[in-house]
């Protein structure tokens, strides 16, 4: 072997284009391909990755419903949450970017903290590099996804958030962007805090659902509503009604100047005030 070579740990931790979950897919690669696992080109998490999915192999197929290897509880746990459609998931995604400790979020979502930390390690990997804000905006809010879809558009938004506005903002919009979306079909209240936001983030998230042929007169007034919607100072602090300070804060960063409108891509001339 050419020991001048860097390994494939070294190759993913000065990358730019890193996966989140590049450990489980260099795991998946190996065993896939039949590779022999050197410990040399990686480190012992993936080698820990890959022996859970050969134990797999041998049980079941390799069916994430197979009966966890008993060396490996944590990693069965993780890949269950990884791979099972539930919003905690995402919730957990979220608070990692905000910034909250393994054992702040365990305590929030029920995930034990081990498997929290089994989650970051092989399948969001992200607290290395919460200081790489491209990075983060790319690969683990994936600003850029192609997907329009609703529930992509509004876990995107969530992960944004909590990225850029912390705790307090996360735990605001988690009751709107996490799982059921069905307030999006319903009038918003414009009397309460919740109803104006609720107002603030359909309109945002009809705005980044645009495609890149919407007329700029439609995408300009979806841009100015929001930008109304900022009817006090922008609060700082975590207040008593949360409601009211996402909102602040939400029309505050949509109404924050950005390039003109020739050079804004389509769908994204408000969020990308947010997320980007």
């Not at 998931?89 to 081990?114: G, Y």
């Not at 919460?130 to 329009?148: H, K, N, S, Y």
């Not at 995107?156 to 850029?164: E, H």
């Amino acid at each position: 072997m050419d020991t001048t070579k860097p390994s494939y740990l070294e190759l993913q931790r000065h990358s730019p284009y890193r996966s989140p979950a590049w450990r489980w897919e260099r795991a998946q690669h190996l065993v896939e391909q039949g590779c022999t696992l050197s410990p040399r080109l990686d480190d012992a998490l993936t080698c820990q990755a890959v022996c859970y999915l050969r134990a797999c192999k041998r049980s079941r197929g390799d069916s994430q419903r197979a009966r966890p290897p008993r060396a490996y509880p944590d990693v069965h746990a993780a890949r269950l949450l990884h791979e099972t459609t539930s919003s905690t998931a995402l919730e957990v995604q979220a608070r990692l970017l905000a910034r909250q400790t393994v054992e702040d979020i365990a305590r929030r979502t029920a995930v034990p903290a081990r498997v929290v930390r089994t989650y970051e390690r092989f399948f969001f990997n992200v607290l290395d590099r919460l200081g790489a804000t491209d990075w983060v905006v790319c690969q683990a809010i994936r600003r850029g996804d192609a997907r329009r879809d609703l529930p992509s558009v509004a876990a995107m938004l969530l992960r944004g958030f909590a990225f850029f506005g912390g705790p307090a903002l996360l735990d605001a919009l988690l009751p709107f962007l996490r799982g059921d979306l069905s307030w999006m079909a319903r009038p918003p209240d414009l009397s309460t805090p919740e109803g104006r936001l609720a107002h603030s983030l359909r309109l945002v998230i009809e705005i980044e659902r645009l495609g890149a042929d919407v007329p700029l007169r439609h995408l300009a007034d979806l841009h100015a509503q929001v930008r109304r919607i900022r009817s006090r100072p922008p609060v700082r602090t975590v207040p008593k009604l949360p409601a009211t300070a996402a909102a602040g804060l939400l029309a505050e960063a949509v109404a924050a100047p950005s390039l003109p409108a020739e050079k804004q891509p389509a769908g994204s001339a408000a969020s990308q005030c947010l997320i980007a």
